[in-house]
């Protein structure tokens, strides 16, 4: 390549849509979208969903078709991670050596799956890649039995989707009910009957000690058969570029202010990796939801054209577990009371902090889902 232009790292919804946007937005200088994988861009959440059943083939989550890239004069590198930047002279290095100098960064390199830390968790499969959905896919195909670790959302959809093909799956999980610390017992109790619905069996208040050939073993003696196992244990920021060269982190992730500019000039950073300030919130709000991460690449790439976008949405995502999807709208980083409400086939649940809506989580309810987003967005009390 030799014109200078805009590079970005990564080909997840943050990356595609900040290219995207850049070009919407009258960018005219060139565009690089590098990336570590090797497909072109694809959808994720069907992954652990209608992908891992064998519903739908690679070539039906496709993001985009090549003419798409081309007609927006992307350039699609795939299958070369960048492997450093040097912010001094504006420039990244890929594995293969390219080094591509840049006007405008921005870092949407995601996140990646946290390694099951014990004995043998080498064993375990893990899901975020396209490749790592194929692997998993193959061995489901031959297995009768299967045990998922975590009961995150990755853990319960994969879960749901294993056992609905037919494979015994149990899924392990040190809380007693799925997603307690972060949604409480009421809707953990509701995606425990939602599993049990799909077939799976759920072992909570256990954690698993050692993976062997054939078996999982559990810190309660229990020692667990299983053709397969799935590491569904979180996601940690691939934040390695943006620390060796000394770009602000919060925690463990990208700080970047609300229009996805990090602390170095000229850089930006959005979806997984990056934790941005959200102006509504008027704090940094962490995410790790496919929409958010299209949103915050949208402002990156408007903004590197000369725009000035701000985040400005309530964060959320839907998640489809077996037949069901819950969608929930929240800041997500606590509350202090949530109350349940029954509605016809499904539910709300309704969280709050100071008698401050913060968030809510809806099943067969997408009036008060919306109305649950207006009165966040709006920092409104909860419905009586
Ligand atoms: C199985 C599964 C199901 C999900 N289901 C849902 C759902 O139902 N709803 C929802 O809201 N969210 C869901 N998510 C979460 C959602 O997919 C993520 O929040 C979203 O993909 C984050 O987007 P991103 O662009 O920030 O990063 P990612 O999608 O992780 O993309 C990061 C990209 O960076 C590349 N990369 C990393 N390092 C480098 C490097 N050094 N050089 C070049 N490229 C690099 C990677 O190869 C990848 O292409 C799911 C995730 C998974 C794994």
Redesign the pocket.
């Given at each position: 390549m030799s014109d200078t232009g805009i590079v970005i790292?990564?080909?997840?919804?943050?990356?595609v849509s900040a290219a995207e946007s850049y070009r919407r937005a009258g960018g005219t200088s060139p565009v690089t979208i590098?990336?570590?994988?090797s497909h072109l861009?694809y959808l994720?959440?069907p992954?652990?969903?209608d992908f891992l059943r064998g519903e739908v083939s690679a070539s039906e989550i496709e993001l985009h078709t090549p003419k798409w890239f081309s007609d927006l004069d992307i350039e699609l590198i795939c299958d070369?991670?960048?492997?450093s930047i040097d912010t001094n002279a504006q420039r990244a290095t890929?594995r293969t050596g390219n080094t591509i100098p840049y006007l405008r960064l921005i870092l949407?390199?995601?996140?990646?799956p946290r390694p099951l830390a014990v004995t043998g968790g080498h064993r375990a499969f893990s899901?975020?890649?396209l490749s790592e959905?194929q692997s998993l896919r193959e061995a489901a195909a031959a297995a009768d039995t299967a045990v998922v670790v975590g009961a995150g959302?990755?853990g319960c959809?994969?879960a749901a989707s294993l056992a609905l093909s037919g494979i015994a799956t149990t899924l392990i999980s040190p809380d007693e009910v799925p997603q307690l610390s972060r949604l409480g017992s009421a809707v953990g109790e509701r995606i425990t009957a939602i599993l049990k619905d799909a077939g799976v069996h759920y072992v909570g208040g256990v954690k698993v000690t050692a993976v062997h050939e054939e078996t999982v073993q559990l810190d309660n003696g229990v020692s667990i058969a299983t053709d397969m196992v799935l590491a569904a244990t979180g996601v940690a920021p691939?934040t390695?570029?943006a620390t060796e060269t000394g770009i602000r982190m919060v925690t463990d992730r990208i700080a970047v202010d609300e229009h996805m500019c990090t602390s170095t000039e000229n850089v930006y950073a959005?979806?997984?990796?990056a934790f941005a300030v959200n102006r509504i919130a008027g704090r940094r709000i962490m995410?790790?939801?496919?929409?958010?991460?299209i949103i915050q690449?949208e402002i990156a790439g408007t903004n590197a054209a000369g725009g000035s976008q701000s985040w400005y949405a309530v964060p959320g995502?839907?998640?489809?577990i077996g037949d069901r999807t819950l969608k929930y709208a929240a800041w997500g980083d606590g509350y202090a009371r949530a109350r349940l409400v029954e509605r016809e086939t499904g539910f709300s649940v309704w969280y709050e902090t100071n008698g401050i809506a913060v968030g809510v989580l809806t099943l067969d309810a997408d009036d008060d889902y919306a109305e649950g987003q207006n009165r966040i967005r709006a920092g409104a009390a909860l419905p009586l």
């Amino acid at each position: 390549m030799s014109d200078t232009g805009i590079v970005i790292v990564g080909s997840g919804p943050a990356a595609v849509s900040a290219a995207e946007s850049y070009r919407r937005a009258g960018g005219t200088s060139p565009v690089t979208i590098v990336t570590a994988d090797s497909h072109l861009p694809y959808l994720r959440p069907p992954l652990s969903k209608d992908f891992l059943r064998g519903e739908v083939s690679a070539s039906e989550i496709e993001l985009h078709t090549p003419k798409w890239f081309s007609d927006l004069d992307i350039e699609l590198i795939c299958d070369d991670p960048v492997v450093s930047i040097d912010t001094n002279a504006q420039r990244a290095t890929t594995r293969t050596g390219n080094t591509i100098p840049y006007l405008r960064l921005i870092l949407a390199t995601g996140a990646e799956p946290r390694p099951l830390a014990v004995t043998g968790g080498h064993r375990a499969f893990s899901l975020r890649s396209l490749s790592e959905a194929q692997s998993l896919r193959e061995a489901a195909a031959a297995a009768d039995t299967a045990v998922v670790v975590g009961a995150g959302f990755i853990g319960c959809e994969a879960a749901a989707s294993l056992a609905l093909s037919g494979i015994a799956t149990t899924l392990i999980s040190p809380d007693e009910v799925p997603q307690l610390s972060r949604l409480g017992s009421a809707v953990g109790e509701r995606i425990t009957a939602i599993l049990k619905d799909a077939g799976v069996h759920y072992v909570g208040g256990v954690k698993v000690t050692a993976v062997h050939e054939e078996t999982v073993q559990l810190d309660n003696g229990v020692s667990i058969a299983t053709d397969m196992v799935l590491a569904a244990t979180g996601v940690a920021p691939r934040t390695a570029l943006a620390t060796e060269t000394g770009i602000r982190m919060v925690t463990d992730r990208i700080a970047v202010d609300e229009h996805m500019c990090t602390s170095t000039e000229n850089v930006y950073a959005a979806g997984d990796v990056a934790f941005a300030v959200n102006r509504i919130a008027g704090r940094r709000i962490m995410i790790e939801h496919w929409q958010d991460a299209i949103i915050q690449g949208e402002i990156a790439g408007t903004n590197a054209a000369g725009g000035s976008q701000s985040w400005y949405a309530v964060p959320g995502f839907w998640t489809t577990i077996g037949d069901r999807t819950l969608k929930y709208a929240a800041w997500g980083d606590g509350y202090a009371r949530a109350r349940l409400v029954e509605r016809e086939t499904g539910f709300s649940v309704w969280y709050e902090t100071n008698g401050i809506a913060v968030g809510v989580l809806t099943l067969d309810a997408d009036d008060d889902y919306a109305e649950g987003q207006n009165r966040i967005r709006a920092g409104a009390a909860l419905p009586l």
